[in-house]
């Protein structure tokens, strides 16, 4: 039991002196950090620029320009840099010049003074000498959008109409040198397969590359289209010859084709053959052979895969 109680005081006396150690231990490396961070050191950083003051009229484009700046100061500062990116501030009313083609910064006109680092710092150098800044002026576009979209209807489906985008344009604003040159956008590749209702299905929109300097009225569209069960019809419709020469009389075979398209069944009892008209050209004549070709000069604008079933008409010159 005393041999027991020995062991654990023994235990407990070095759990101590560990805890002591390893406290003195940090205690020493928070001094040693102290230490490095009070000493001071020269050291260059790039720092973002903060455009301030811009001219209403004009926007600058977002060029990936920085400064690097030499520094003097203590590990405090430095370690705060490093922390969050620098940042410095270039005033397009006092600090750039206007020239033809972008605002000219140049390190002799502002040098900065050391206006924007506390008395801490001490500014050694920038680097470059110069920035240009493009700009641009504001211009206001509204292009259309072009719909890539694929659908796979269930048999006996399809859209009555057309496909649509909502809205069918967009309206683009930024400097005219980039919005001058996009005349239409894109959108992402999209398929619908076993379509048989109406359509409404929200899609992206392909941009540009780099246009953080534009703006969009809209990132996305919704595709519609109105689908509807279909059918198919056919008629017989009476042939017509025209561009006859005067003196010249034809007969011909047969008087009559059938016609073949495919309508929605709510519109299939208001097509007849009065909205149909079939021609052959005479002057379209197959040359050394007495056949013309049949052709539509009106159809109906419901009908969808209009056909003419025969693709010949047989003719003869009679005086």
Not at 76 to 86: A, E, G, H, Q
Not at 89 to 111: C, H, M, P, Q, T
Not at 115 to 142: A, C, H, M, W
Not at 282 to 290: G, H, L, M
Request: with cysteine; net charge positive.
């Amino acid at each position: 039991m005393i041999k027991k109680i020995k062991s654990e005081i023994l235990t407990s006396i070095k759990n101590k002196r560990i805890n002591v150690f390893v406290l003195f231990l940090l205690f020493a490396f928070i001094i040693l950090i102290f230490t490095k961070l009070s000493k001071e050191y020269t050291n260059t950083m790039a720092f973002d620029i903060e455009k301030i003051n811009i001219p209403e009229e004009n926007v600058i484009l977002n060029d990936s320009v920085m400064l690097n700046i030499t520094l003097k100061t203590h590990g405090f500062k430095w370690l705060r840099y490093y922390i969050s990116k620098p940042k410095i501030k270039i005033d397009f009313r006092n600090d750039v010049d206007k020239k033809e083609g972008g605002f000219l910064w140049n390190k002799s006109k502002a040098y900065l003074n050391n206006t924007q680092f506390d008395e801490q710092v001490e500014l050694l150098n920038i680097s470059p000498d110069r920035l240009t800044f493009r700009y641009g002026v504001n211009l206001v576009k509204k292009v259309p959008v072009k719909l890539n979209a694929t659908i796979n209807f269930e048999p006996g489906y399809d859209i009555s109409d057309k496909l649509v985008s909502d809205p069918d344009s967009i309206v683009v604003i930024g400097p005219d040198i980039l919005v001058s040159k996009i005349n239409l956008l894109e959108t992402e590749e999209t398929i619908f397969n076993d379509v048989k209702s109406n359509l409404k299905e929200r899609t992206n929109l392909k941009f540009p590359e780099n246009v953080s300097d534009l703006k969009f009225s809209d990132d996305n569209v919704v595709i519609k289209a109105h689908v509807e069960k279909f059918t198919e019809g056919t008629l017989k419709i009476p042939v017509s010859i025209i561009n006859v020469p005067k003196g010249v009389r034809l007969k011909y075979f047969p008087k009559e084709v059938n016609v073949s398209y495919y309508i929605s069944l709510s519109n299939f009892n208001s097509v007849t053959n009065k909205d149909f008209k079939v021609v052959c050209d005479y002057t379209k004549a197959i040359e050394n052979q007495s056949l013309l070709v049949p052709e539509f000069m009106k159809f109906p604008k419901t009908a969808k895969n209009i056909k003419i079933n025969q693709q010949r008409i047989e003719f003869i010159i009679t005086k």
